[in-house]
């Protein structure tokens, strides 16, 4: 099992700046890649940004490419996601996921996480 805590979320005007952060327990956490998702209301969860287990490789979705950098800390057993440049649409629960697979995996569906995180909600006003 690995538990998931995600931290960060808040209350922010646009154009402003956050970071959330993943605290992981549990198994071992550089076995795993890591993902943000996010869900608004009325919507289902989308895929936001992937890291791979050694953070070599990063993918992000592209309504947030250039605004959102997702990085990880092995050591710390963390897992965060920068957000720049916030709009009113980025308003959301966001959601860390573990996910297993090879070394250098970016997964993006859901189905490919085995645990997920309670959520943190980001509120971006106008």
């Known amino acids: 099992q690995v538990q998931l805590v995600e931290s960060g979320g808040g209350l922010v005007q646009a154009g402003g700046s956050l970071r959330l952060s993943c605290a992981a327990s549990g198994r071992t956490f550089s076995n795993y890649a890591m993902g943000w998702f996010r869900q608004a209301p009325g919507k289902e969860r989308e895929f936001v940004a992937a890291?791979?287990?050694?953070?070599?490789?990063?993918y992000y979705v592209d309504f947030v490419k250039g605004r959102f950098t997702i990085s990880r800390d092995n050591a710390k057993n963390t897992v965060y996601l920068q957000m720049n440049s916030l709009k009113p649409e980025d308003t959301a629960v966001y959601y860390c996921?573990?996910?297993?697979?090879?070394?250098?995996?970016?997964?993006?569906?859901?189905?490919?996480?085995?645990?997920w995180g309670q959520g943190t909600q980001v509120t971006v006003s106008s």
């Open positions: 996921a573990a996910g297993s697979g090879s070394y250098y995996a970016t997964p993006r569906g859901p189905e490919m996480y085995d645990y």
């Open positions: 890291i791979s287990r050694s953070s070599s490789r990063t």
